[in-house]
């Protein structure tokens, strides 16, 4: 049967697994806390059964703000089982700029642990709250939900083309914006990463990324095609690279995924040396270029083991993969190409002009599923249709805004972005929005924010700002500044300051002349 034979919506792949499997572990964390299948079957309808409680209905979103934890799988799987869709946010973001995601997609409810619900409410809650212990005490059950029907189901039918999820990405207008996705879509994807990669219930599949990446989507469904486990690797652990290793090693991990940027870091810091990480079996990474001489120094370390370079924004989830030769010349010095178009996806490359190129000219990607790549984003009509090309057939096409071409053997080579938005350890990052917070510094008269390539990194950001006259702007300043008002990843790596910032002939901020200078 394949993964997605009668399955409806993405809560009906733990829903099966619950039924046919139901002692079998689903979940495990860095603790050794663990629910079987039935147990975060039973979590989730308890969840479901309170929202419904709160007057949440199909269509609606709940929010989601706390870290990763046993508590928040079974928050997501028990907003879809309400036949909503989770809103999942950074929890270490600015509480500002997680209010601003709430209040933007209406959410109904927000689920938060005890020290984001408190940050959320300070400044005033922007929905009523399910509130869940904290890290300390999370196997404390949550108050609200005692009581409550582990077996609660809707009587509102599910469907493919409902909206699951909303991941909110950075905002080329200085403000976040929301990437909705029916279950269509991502049990496409699902079912894809299902044929390609062929999990097993013996699988012990890690879950990396953060619910608010889009690399998640893989973490918490695939292993649910086959009744697999999903092991935790918590936020804090998850950027430990000196204990990553031994957690792949006692945890037994089968299926790592992640960004590049982690898996360098693993094995430069890792001592995986050490580490009896013989179980694993298959390495998949993206969300950034891997640098060949970081890719070829893991793959020594793990000779034995079957790499994959992903790729895709997070309108597509995963649209071209690559599998990385199992040996990497020693000569070579260029990352390895993005690869070929998933099997559930089809791309076109096209001109300036939306022309298609030549086989081997350089484009603009473009990629198409049987249905949609996504909703389009919340609440913003006008960008939503920008961002897709019809062909003379009636085909919609999905933008990337991502420059390639193809090499010799017909695989997609990455070349650029063309407009301003970069990736940086593995986020998506408009670089207006990094410029949107530093205009709010009381000191700064001008702020502009660009990328140079870092041949460690892939990619360093960098400020440039001119302070008010008579004001001198401190570094320490200006990182706290950022801190509290960006994420961490969106942090700038340099602060330059300029009496005044060039400027070309229309009076636009002369970015190119900035990027010559800061090289």
């Known amino acids: 049967m394949t993964p997605s034979a009668g399955i409806d919506c993405l809560p009906d792949l733990l829903e099966r697994w619950a039924r046919r499997t139901p002692n079998a572990a689903a979940i495990e964390d860095s603790a050794g806390r663990a629910l079987s299948y039935r147990q975060l079957d039973a979590a989730a309808g308890r969840v479901a059964a309170r929202l419904h409680a709160l007057g949440v209905r199909r269509g609606d979103r709940v929010g989601l703000c706390m870290p990763k934890s046993i508590h928040s799988v079974a928050c997501i799987f028990g907003i879809m089982k ?9 929890y ?30 300070a400044g005033g809650a922007p929905a009523p709250m399910i509130v869940f212990p904290g890290e300390s005490t999370e196997a404390r059950p949550c108050p609200e939900l005692e009581g409550l029907p582990p077996d609660w189901r809707s009587d509102e039918p599910a469907a493919l083309d409902d909206l699951a999820y909303i991941l909110y990405t950075s905002g080329s207008t200085g403000v976040p914006k929301g990437v909705m996705h029916a279950h269509r879509s991502a049990l496409s994807f699902v079912r894809w990463c299902h044929d390609v990669f062929e999990p097993t219930a013996d699988d012990r599949i890690s879950s990396h990324a953060p619910f608010h990446f889009d690399l998640s989507i893989h973490d918490l469904y695939v292993p649910m095609t086959v009744g697999a486990a999903i092991i935790l690797v918590e936020d804090a652990l998850g950027k430990e690279p000196h204990q990553l290793g031994p957690y792949i090693a006692e945890k037994r991990i089968s299926i790592w995924y992640s960004v590049p940027s982690i898996l360098a870091l693993l094995a430069q810091y890792g001592k995986l040396d050490q580490c009896d990480c013989s179980a694993l079996r298959l390495v998949l990474f993206a969300g950034e270029v891997f640098p060949i001489k970081q890719l070829r120094a893991l793959k020594k370390l793990w000779p034995d083991k079957t790499c994959y370079n992903l790729y895709g924004p997070t309108e597509t989830n995963v649209c071209t993969y690559f599998r990385i030769p199992d040996e990497i010349e020693e000569d070579r010095t260029t990352p390895y190409p993005i690869g070929v178009t998933c099997e559930n996806c089809e791309s076109i490359v096209l001109d300036e002009n939306d022309r298609p190129v030549s086989t081997d000219g350089e484009g603009l990607l473009l990629i198409r599923q049987s249905g949609p790549v996504m909703l389009g984003y919340w609440n913003l009509p006008e960008q939503s249709a920008k961002c897709f090309w019809t062909d003379e057939q009636g085909a919609t096409w999905y933008r990337t805004g991502d420059v390639v071409h193809r090499d010799a053997n017909g695989d997609f080579i990455f070349v650029g972005r063309r407009d301003r938005m970069v990736k940086r350890r ?60 960006l994420p961490q990843y969106m942090i700038p790596d340099l602060f330059q300051f300029f009496d005044k910032l060039p400027r070309t002939s229309t009076d636009k901020v002369d970015y190119q002349s900035l990027i010559h200078a800061a090289k």
């Not at 460690?456 to 440039?464: D, K, N």
Request: aromatic letters at 6%.
């Open 92 to 121: 270490s973001a600015p509480p500002e700029r997680n209010r601003f995601i709430f209040t933007n997609c209406q959410a109904r409810v927000v689920c938060a642990d005890e020290p984001r619900a408190a940050a959320l409410s």
């Open 426 to 485: 593995g986020y998506r990052i408009e670089l207006g929005e990094i410029e949107s917070a530093l205009y709010r510094h009381p000191q700064v008269r001008e702020a502009a924010a660009i990328s140079v390539p870092d041949a460690e990194a892939g990619v360093r950001i960098v400020a440039c700002l001119t302070p008010h006259p008579g004001e001198k702007l401190s570094i320490i300043q200006l990182k706290q500044f950022c801190a509290q008002n």
């Open 82 to 90: 309400a036949r909503a869709a989770y809103v999942p946010v950074d």
